[in-house]
């Protein structure tokens, strides 16, 4: 008998020739079982005393009084191999379970029907406790959960992915410290970094682990696995923020799209998929699911990452719903982008720009459309390109309007950009939010460098974007010189120029009028610095002459015009008159 034969006996005992698997104790075989491609021959008796389902399928056959008894079992879960190891264990041959075999054993377990009911330590209750002893190793934990898609239903029905995934959960939601004592097989030896062991174990408390030390090994997971484990670390209260880094570390690894340059030359998709070996489809499929998955706090995801993604989705051509989550994400943390990471290039082969206008259009009106500025912020008084009341409540909004206005002089040497666009996409952001509108005005006149061809009423309807009282004084002397503007916005700005000048100059007079009412020992009623008001008086001197001779220029270009008459009412209006003209330097100079 099979049962009566030694361990060493029975070993040997079995062979394979090709497609056929046999057991040569002596005794001839009795049943033929086949699996997949593989026929068994072997005995019956010591299947039917371990397993339910050989029993029930053999008293069947046996029944029909046949020669021959032959079954088919090409659904056993792990194939041919499994049950090679199933047929070894039924003869009594001791057979190692390991990480990659134990779930395909214990779902062949239960298929077959290998209760205790039909031996003491048959094979489920054997694989059921080697499981219990590898959910408590990381590693091994990871191994058998990839190896549970070898045989997805069976381990599902079996909660053994269920009870895997919340092992991982629980161990990477833990403190990496209680776990990782480094374990060795020797003892009172050395580690490879000299350290001395006693009974295995290092005698120095190791350095403890970062937050992202389960990061790349759970990145080896197939998705539907790596997504279940990433819902149950958020179920036991992972923080966001980790698990919003774990998520970009995997989505790194299965989408090489990511790790491409966003420089337009780079992000030309001619035949984005040659250099990859990842198929688009396949990576369209991972973005769109991933993207649902990220926190939806603000600031858990960097705003780099996310605009870095949304560009991988227009290139894969993800679907829209993904990419109007992607714009809505971004949008809510606008303030915290830099102008490289927008400069996203058009997709389409229909579009005319070369960067997408249209999705930082829809990414601003998602910003503005959760910013609110609060009623005491707008508008601010600006004073010397300072925000005079409101600044810390503004700042996020401040920020973007730079960051729109450095994108407008990126995009505004684009000759197929329309007029249009560039208006609507400056015209989102506030008046009140520029407290300087120098970045507004260079992007301006780049926008007119690049399309000289706008007509004078185009150019009049560019220009209405920009307030000429917060120009700089370096930027206003740059517009009052540049001849691309309209000669209403140059008399603007000379105006405005001018009355800032004189708003200067009566604040020194009045503070030093005020300092030598303080100090009466000075002579004559001169300040008591007269060389430093000197040079003053004399800087504001030659900034106004400056200023008369432009204007003087302005109004012979006028007299050139074939309405004079109505020209020269307008430059009146602004304070240009003949009777009181205000850029003469001589009326406004203190005699010194």
């Not at 208006?423 to 992007?443: C, F, K, M, N, T």
Request: proline content about 5%.
């Amino acid at each position: 008998m099979a049962s009566s034969m030694g361990l060493g006996s029975i070993s040997e005992a079995f062979h394979r020739e090709g497609q056929t698997w046999y057991c040569t104790s002596g005794l001839p075989t009795d049943v033929i079982i086949e699996v997949g491609e593989m026929s068994f021959h072997i005995h019956k008796f010591p299947l039917i005393s371990r397993s339910g389902l050989l029993e029930r399928l053999i008293e069947e056959v046996s029944s029909e009084d046949e020669s021959e008894c032959v079954l088919q079992l090409h659904d056993v879960p792990g194939g041919d191999k499994v049950f090679e190891l199933i047929a070894k264990f039924s003869y009594g041959v001791k057979i190692e379970f390991t990480a990659l075999n134990v779930v395909s054993l214990r779902c062949a377990a239960e298929y077959l029907k290998m209760t205790e009911d039909y031996g003491e330590g048959n094979l489920i209750s054997q694989t059921e406790g080697f499981l219990n002893e590898v959910f408590g190793d990381w590693k091994d934990s990871l191994k058998v959960l990839e190896s549970c898609a070898e045989v997805q239903e069976y381990a599902e029905e079996l909660h053994i992915v269920s009870r895997c995934v919340d092992s991982l959960a629980m161990k990477a939601c833990a403190d990496s410290s209680l776990f990782n004592w480094p374990i060795s097989g020797g003892s009172n030896s050395q580690n490879a970094t000299g350290t001395v062991l006693w009974n295995g174990i290092s005698s120095e408390r190791p350095q403890p682990l970062g937050e992202d030390w389960w990061f790349e090994d759970v990145s080896f997971l197939s998705f539907p696995l790596y997504k279940r484990l990433v819902l149950a670390v958020e179920l036991k209260g992972m923080k966001p923020e980790t698990i919003a880094a774990s998520l970009i570390y995997y989505a790194r690894r299965h989408l090489p799209l990511m790790n491409r340059q966003s420089s337009f030359n780079d992000a030309n998709h001619a035949n984005p998929g040659t250099s990859i070996s990842i198929p688009e489809a396949d990576q369209r499929l991972l973005l769109e699911e991933i993207v649902v998955l990220f926190p939806t706090i603000k600031g858990v995801t960097s705003t780099k990452f996310l605009l870095g993604l949304l560009r991988t989705a227009m290139i894969l051509h993800a679907s829209q719903s993904c990419i109007e989550n992607l714009e809505t994400r971004v949008g809510t943390q606008l303030d915290q982008a830099v102008l490289v990471d927008l400069l996203i290039p058009s997709m389409g082969y229909s579009v005319e720009t070369l960067y997408d206008i249209d999705c930082v259009q829809r990414i601003l009106d998602h910003f503005m459309s959760f910013y609110q500025a609060p009623a005491s912020s707008s508008p601010n008084i600006i004073e010397g390109g300072q925000l005079v009341s409101g600044a810390d409540s503004l700042t996020p909004i401040t920020m973007v309007a730079s960051l729109v206005d450095g994108y407008l002089a990126e995009v505004a040497p684009d000759v197929n950009l329309k007029l249009p666009k560039f208006q609507a996409l400056a015209a989102v952001i506030p008046e009140y939010a520029r407290p300087l509108e120098d970045g507004l005005y260079h992007a301006m006149d780049i926008y007119l460098k690049a399309h000289p061809w706008l007509t004078d009423f185009e150019r009049e309807q560019l220009c209405r974007l920009m307030n000429c009282q917060k120009l700089s004084l370096e930027a206003s002397t740059h517009a009052a010189q540049n001849e691309r503007l309209p000669l209403r916005v140059i008399v603007q700005v000379l105006f405005f120029e001018q009355l800032r000048l004189r708003t200067s100059i009566s604040g020194w007079f009045f503070v030093d009028n005020l300092e030598n009412s303080q100090n009466p020992s000075g002579s004559l009623g001169l300040p008591k610095n007269d060389a430093s008001f000197r040079d003053r008086v004399v800087g504001v001197d030659d900034r106004l002459s400056k200023l008369e001779r432009e204007c003087s220029s302005i109004k012979r270009e006028l007299h050139k015009l074939k309405k004079p008459k109505r020209g020269w009412f307008n430059l009146h209006r602004l304070g240009f008159g003949r009777s009181t003209p205000p850029c003469s330097s001589k009326n406004q100079s203190p005699v010194v």
